[in-house]
């Protein structure tokens, strides 16, 4: 099969959260081979590195910085970093989260209060600091990334299905004051992706033959497929796009 090829992402700056595996890993990739210039946050170095080694062929090597997205002076220290490197920032992913499952009575304050800041407050900073660089510039494009979680449901996820529902609010809001910019802000609400991490901690034959069959489409979503609509999203193809959700998930209404 062949797959897009998005000219006006050439040469553009695009910054990644979480993006030494997993879903966040394939956009690194779809983003670098399109011929951006890919700077990427994790704290996964292993992974991360290995990622950077594995797209040595790009024509814009991707830049690894090392952060953990809780501490916001580190943050703003990093965003500082690749806008210096970069001259500005054209495109945000938030694509870092953390989906442990949690029961209700075990859950603390404090325990709220780290989730909260994994899965919410990071893209909210993250998006104020690309956004004084795309004010500048006059154009950008953020891309949040949300969750099925919520819209199905799901059990022992409380904390994080708030988390990623108010992912969702957030982005409106967003697209609504930073729409006289010239940036676009959306939402990526993926559905149940076969990331390494969910086939470790969550998935069986037994749960993956029960979700297939939740969703419109039978077959499993992989990282690139979700990857896909963060180009399109990101390109100039989508440029009347913004303050909207847009489903990667196949489809599934759950069973």
């Keep these: 099969m062949s797959y897009a090829i998005y000219p006006s992402l050439t040469g553009k700056s695009v910054v990644v959260t979480g993006g ?28 991360s590195r290995a990622l950077v080694t594995r797209l040595a062929d790009c024509a814009h090597i991707p830049r690894f910085y090392r952060c953990d997205l809780r501490n916001l002076d580190s943050l ?54 690309a956004a004084a660089a795309m004010k500048r510039a006059g154009h950008g494009v ?26 969702e609010g957030m982005t409106r809001g967003l ?19 076969r990331t390494p991490r969910q086939m470790k901690l969550w998935q069986s034959a037994d749960s993956e033959a029960k979700l297939v069959a939740g969703q419109c489409l039978p077959q499993r979503i992989e990282p690139e497929h979700v990857a896909r609509m963060a180009l399109f999203l990101a390109s100039d193809d989508g440029e009347r796009c913004s303050g909207r959700e847009y ?8 069973t």
């Design 76 to 129: 703003a220290a990093v965003f500082a970093d690749i806008e210096a490197a970069s001259q500005t920032i054209d495109v945000l992913i938030n694509n870092a989260a953390n989906d442990d499952r949690h029961a209700l009575d075990e859950v603390t304050p404090s325990y709220w209060d780290e989730r909260i800041a994994v899965n919410l407050r990071h893209q909210f900073f993250c998006a104020q600091h």
């Design 142 to 167: 953020i891309l949040n990334f949300g969750s099925i979680s919520w819209h199905l449901a799901l059990p022992e996820l409380s904390i994080y299905m708030t988390a990623k529902a108010g992912v």
């Design 20 to 47: 030494g595996s997993g879903i966040g890993a394939a956009i690194v990739e779809a983003f670098a081979r399109q011929g951006a210039r890919v700077s990427f946050i994790d704290v996964a170095e292993d992974d």
């Design 247 to 254: 489903f990667v998930d196949a489809g599934w209404y759950g």
């Design 175 to 193: 697209a609504r004051d930073l729409g006289r910019f010239g940036i676009r802000v959306n939402a990526i609400v993926p559905g149940a992706v």
